[in-house]
Nanobody, 126 residues
Framework: QVQLQESGPGLVKPSQTLSLTCTVS??????????WTWIRQPPGKGLEWIGN???????YYSPSLKSRTSISRDTSKNQFTLQLSSVTPEDSAVYYC??????????????????WGQGTQVTVSS
């Protein structure tokens, strides 16, 4: 069974870099036709696709967040990581990692074969 678990600090100061790690079990992040995704949901708002990293390590980012986002991976630990720089309180959200079988933003993460972590709350505040 595929499982994903987010980890990282729950509180980040404005202007700093948010860093979250997703640990994957039951699948390999280097398996073909896998896209490892970060999604967030601010309070009272809908899901927002942040970006993903494919099995070949190709990355795709939301245009609105691209300038501040970096997704990388550690194949030895079967983990992938999100870094979001220059955060503001508007970046406060529940952050989810997910696996999808194709690259297609939110739709892919909601399609059959997708798996999600339980989510982790990140608050940006001084």
């Amino acid at each position: 069974q595929v499982q994903l678990q987010e980890s990282g600090p729950g509180l980040v100061k404005p202007s700093q870099t948010l860093s979250l790690t997703c640990t994957v079990s039951g699948d390999s992040i280097t398996t073909a036709y896998r896209y490892w995704t970060w999604i967030r949901q601010p309070p009272g708002k809908g899901l927002e696709w942040i970006g993903n990293i494919g099995a070949s390590a190709s990355t795709y980012y939301s245009p609105s967040l691209k300038s501040r986002t970096s997704i990388s991976r550690d194949t030895s630990k079967n983990q992938f990581t999100l870094q979001l720089s220059s955060v503001t309180p508007e970046d406060s959200a529940v952050y989810y990692c997910a696996r999808s079988l194709f690259s297609g933003a939110i739709a892919a993460a909601l399609a059959p074969g997708a798996y999600w972590g339980q989510g982790t709350q990140v608050t940006v505040s001084s």
